[in-house]
């Protein structure tokens, strides 16, 4: 970015200060036609919006994020704040949007409605600002108004704010259009403090989601159309690109790390390029015709059939030499265009993540660029063909699709609405694919339908056989129900199916612990974690393992590198207080235990256990409340309830500790005969 440089105060000197621009930007004027469009702006967006106020968190990534994240749940601290930079959580580094996150749960706690509200909010603000800067870039009003309105009503932003753990795309655009404001008015008139906030305002945005790497490119175009800005230097980009560099370099780092990025030999880069052509293309019919909206499209693999990625290619190509035909003519459609281009690099595909082909909430930015080629481009062409005519149907077209594209966003929202609701959409929209299919058998057998998420299983595996994920999907589901030789059975298929599936050597794994199989188990869980190195649960089951074949210090061993690999893994941190206390190292225990209830608040097991710690080492006072947290947690499970009606007798409480030892035998862990006794003497004598 440019220096500033002082003006001469001398009478007749030169002046060397950069010339402001002649530009709409410096004539324009806040008037009443633009706070009537902020108004409508704010209002539309409200009401198509509102009902996410009731829905609650979604398990898919909202659990990651916030639901069950202890770090964002302990409020802002230095020790939050410090989490927030330093982690690679989610296979990114943003720690604004943790930030973000921990904020929220400061002032709603578990309240989702409110982390919507504050998604919604920042939808608003971004619609907002995005009219503010094309007016004040362009003069137009209307014309931005039109586009403010496109993006903030379009069905396909609705992923981006009704999901709460995608808060990052609607925090990170907010400094994008922070970051085009700043721009502006630097392009005014070039000063130091001008260029410190473009660059202030983009290293933010960057700390919010790296997506925003293309910005300093989407800025160059803007110097094209509207700015017009001649003489401009490249190197006043220089720390814009040595930012968006070092953002790709950590991101990169972070997702290959945290195993997002696929490797090439499941997605050849033939593949790669095939999926982003024909993605392009995709997206700007889903902006045209929104329908079959849903949270999830698979990635086609090598299935796309050759005419189909020829022609998206050939479409590609026409509108890419169109727009550079025209212009000089119509410098929005370049502008537009190359917008719509450049700034779906980052997820088009090239380097894939995770397992879909395409994403509605990778549109949230790009499609500014084609809404503003539908608002300066479609005026023109009925000036053109009507002339002053065109202004008497321009308006009622507008707002048309407005209104048309309100209701589609209004019925969009409504499929947030609960886990089960997204899940069958996802699965119409992903005609069924197993991946989708596997997710909603996860729910349902998480949420205690295990026969419902079996049929669907063993149908998946009727209509499309030879999927590993579905053979051990099965095996697993059929090794909690305890049929292990019918597990079995799947999970060889499945590794058969494919011999790195890791989660397959897994289960394959416990299903032979829970035979008794020792040692078979165990080669099992090392093959899994050879396989894949940041995988926890094999190195955590072969430590389980070890501790109950009477090897302590091994398992030991393997819990502690467990919790060094992986931090929130709470059942480690648990299972490693236990064989603490069974070697008699009672502090080294209770670190462990209190480690577990950090990193998992909702756990019953660590409080229970830690509890009765406390009580075999005479400390009734510090048991009590951790006992009661448990049975409070887990009402079903009699553990707690014995061992505080233990914690009661010894506080002399003997009413409650009789109605404790009651639920205990209710839920079948009673408390032993001599207690019983001793207790029911203790009534007697009263």
Known sequence: MAKNTKRSTKPGARSTATPAVESPAARHVFG???????????????VVYARVARFPFIDLDDSLYVSRNPHVQGGITAASVEWAFTTLRCTNWHPLTWLSHTVDWQLYGANAGGHHVTSVLLHIANAV???????????????SGFVAALFALHPLHVESVAWVAERKDVLSTLFWMLTMLAYAVYAERRTTRRCVLVIGAFALGLMAKPMLVSLPIALLLLDVWPLKRSGRRLAEYAPLFALAAASCAITWYAQSVGGATKSLDRYAIGTRAANAAVAYVEYVWRMLWPRSLGPFYPHPENTLPVWQVIGAAVVLAAITCLAIYSMRKAPYVFVGWMWYLVTLVPVIGLVQVGLQGSADRYTYIPLIGLFV?????????LAKALGSRSRLILAPIGAIVIACLAACTWV???????????????IECSAGHYSVIAWKASYLNKTGRREEAFRILSRCRENRPGLALVESGLGSMLSDMGRLDQAIVHLKKAIALRPNLAMAHNNLGIAYERQGRTAAALREFRRAARIDPRYSDPPYNIACALAMHGRPEEALRIFEQTVRADPD??????QAAIV??????????????????????YSAQAPCMLGMTYLRTGRTDDAMPLLRKAAAMKPNWGQPHRSLAM??????EYEEASREARMAQQFGCPPSPAFLRALGERMGGR
Request: a negative charge; charged letters at 20%.
């Open 32 to 46: 009443r036609d633009s706070a009537l469009i902020i108004a409508l702006l704010a209002l539309a967006t409200l």
């Open 129 to 143: 600002l995005l009219f503010y800067v094309l007016s004040r870039m362009t003069g137009a009003v209307w014309r």
């Open 373 to 381: 080629i539908a608002a300066w481009g479609v005026p023109d062409v």
């Open 412 to 426: 969009q929202v409504g499929y947030w609405r609960s886990n089960e609701v997204l899940i069958d959409r996802a």
């Open 569 to 574: 893994m709470a059942d480690a941190y648990t």
């Open 580 to 601: 603490l206390v069974n070697m008699g190292r009672q502090d080294e225990a209770i670190a462990h235990f209190l480690a577990a209830i950090e990193a998992d608040p």
């Open 647 to 652: 914690a009661l007798y010894n506080k002399g």
